[in-house]
């Protein structure tokens, strides 16, 4: 909030950005860290998918939410949170 920006699941500025740049930096699988990690993780609980720690680190758990999350919305179920299911987590 000290930046000015609250975080909005109906952000249209936030929603394409995250679908220009998804397959090129910010892909969340099994093994990543960082910063979009934990975005997917924070979606995916406040959509009912997920269930760990919000820690930035995906494993199993993340990987088993986001598969969840994707045969839910009718996606490929491949575990990889990508341009496609980036886009379907913000609209």
Same mark, same amino acid.
């Given at each position: 909030?000290?930046?000015?920006?609250?975080?909005?699941?109906?952000?249209?500025?936030?929603? @394409?950005?995250?679908?220009?740049?998804?397959?090129?930096?910010?892909?969340?699988?099994?093994?990543?860290?960082?910063?979009?990690?934990?975005?997917?993780?924070?979606?995916?609980?406040?959509? @009912?998918?997920?269930?760990?720690?919000?820690? @930035?680190?995906?494993?199993?758990? =993340?990987?088993?939410?986001?598969?969840?999350?994707?045969?839910?919305?009718?996606? =490929?179920?491949?575990?990889?949170?990508?341009?496609?299911?980036?886009?379907?987590?913000?609209?």
């Amino acid at each position: 909030k000290n930046a000015g920006y609250t975080f909005d699941l109906k952000n249209h500025n936030f929603l @394409g950005k995250c679908k220009e740049y998804a397959n090129k930096f910010a892909i969340v699988r099994n093994g990543s860290k960082g910063r979009f990690v934990y975005i997917a993780q924070g979606v995916l609980r406040a959509k @009912g998918f997920y269930y760990g720690d919000l820690d @930035g680190d995906a494993g199993t758990i =993340t990987e088993t939410a986001i598969i969840a999350y994707q045969r839910s919305k009718g996606l =490929t179920p491949d575990g990889d949170c990508g341009a496609n299911t980036w886009y379907s987590l913000f609209n």
